[in-house]
């Protein structure tokens, strides 16, 4: 009998064929709508293997009804959407896909900061709408980026090369972390710094930590109240690590300039939500890894994890190593 997969979102061809001269392979057929819960349990009920995305709530419940599932394999270097200590309890091999979106993700994140601090979205919209009726010296001035300070908190992978797209910015570069990183400052000379004290120097405040029990609303109004006013922040990790209402009323108020958001408390961001209305947000639909490219390679990445563990290898990418299967 042929190992069980199931595919929770629609992917590329070249991937379901690859994984179907191999599995049994099952996939949800839509783009934009995610696996309702109760077939996602049905699945997993009967499933070997899971290829996941950030949105599938993997936890207890679904690991309960899940006897047979050995492996979850999740698109994304984020793990925050499985409850890997119940994996590990059940047995289930859990997988990330690290590396391959490093830069990818780090390009974006620049991205976001460019067009955030020069209005781009705005200026765009202003173009489309017919309103470019004559150059004004004052016409949508934004900030400069080159020179500024950038306050990276969260120096991984995705932090660090965020830090060397900013050293080409001749940024001065600051960050927090866990531990301290001295590549990045040896190589970039990225200077740490205290959560707080990154706050009151930084001009371009950048979250880049992973969601987790230390990091889960990190970011409140007193944190908004230290930056400068002039301060811009963005965030490409994950929404729950700001308490986004703080950051609404911090914008509001002008204690600082302006937010570039590629991620979200409530993902998708629903059409009425505030950051909406205003014009010193740019808000992106967590596209942080959406180059075509890499998202091939993070799927080729949860088919060589999902072939590991039916080979009885260790996944390179296994999350857990408490798992007791290899
Ligand atoms: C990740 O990999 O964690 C991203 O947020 C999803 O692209």
């Known amino acids: 009998m042929k190992p069980f997969v199931y595919i929770t979102r629609k992917v590329p061809d070249e991937i379901y064929a690859r994984l179907a001269k191999v599995y049994k392979v099952e996939m949800w057929p839509e783009e934009d709508k995610a696996v ?37 394999a999740n698109m994304a270097v984020g793990f925050d959407n499985i409850d890997l200590e119940k994996a590990s309890r059940f047995g289930v091999a859990v997988c990330n896909t690290p590396e391959v979106l490093t830069d990818t993700t780090a390009d974006l994140t620049f991205a976001l900061l460019l067009a955030t601090a020069r209005r781009m979205t705005e200026a765009s919209e202003f173009v489309k709408d017919g309103k470019w009726t004559s150059w004004a010296p004052m016409m949508l001035v934004g900030t400069d980026v080159h020179h500024k300070k950038i306050g990276i908190v969260g120096m991984g992978k995705i932090g660090t090369a965020v830090a060397k797209r900013a050293a ?16 990045a400052e040896e ?14 120097e930084a001009d371009f405040v950048v979250c880049l930590a992973p969601l987790n029990d230390d990091t889960r609303g990190m970011f409140q109004r007193k944190h908004f109240q230290k930056m400068k ?27 600082i300039a302006a937010a570039g ?22 808000a992106l639909p967590h596209i942080g890894s959406a180059s075509k490219e890499t998202r091939l390679a993070m799927m080729t990445m949860c088919c060589d994890n999902i072939d590991a563990v039916f080979e009885e290898r260790p ?7 408490d798992v007791l299967q290899f």
Do not use: W
């Not at 996602?40 to 599932?69: H, Y």
């Not at 190589?187 to 009151?200: K, T």
């Open 261 to 282: 958001l590629d991620v979200f408390d409530q993902e998708p961001i629903s059409k009425n939500h505030p950051f909406l209305a205003m014009k010193n947000v740019v």
């Open 229 to 255: 006013k002039e301060a811009i922040f963005i965030n490409a990790s994950r929404g729950p690590i700001i308490n986004e209402q703080a950051l609404l009323d911090a914008l509001e108020a002008g204690e």
């Open 36 to 72: 309702p819960r109760e077939i996602l349990l049905e699945k997993a009920s009967v499933a070997n293997a899971l290829l996941t995305v950030i949105s599938d709530q993997i936890d207890e419940e679904l690991f309960s009804c899940a006897s047979n599932l050995k492996v979850v």
């Open 187 to 200: 190589m970039l000379g990225a200077q740490y710094r205290e959560f707080d004290e990154l706050l009151e």
């Open 315 to 321: 996944p390179r990418t296994l999350v857990n190593k």
């Open 168 to 183: 080409g910015f001749d940024m001065e570069i600051l960050y927090h972390n866990r531990r301290r990183h001295e590549v």
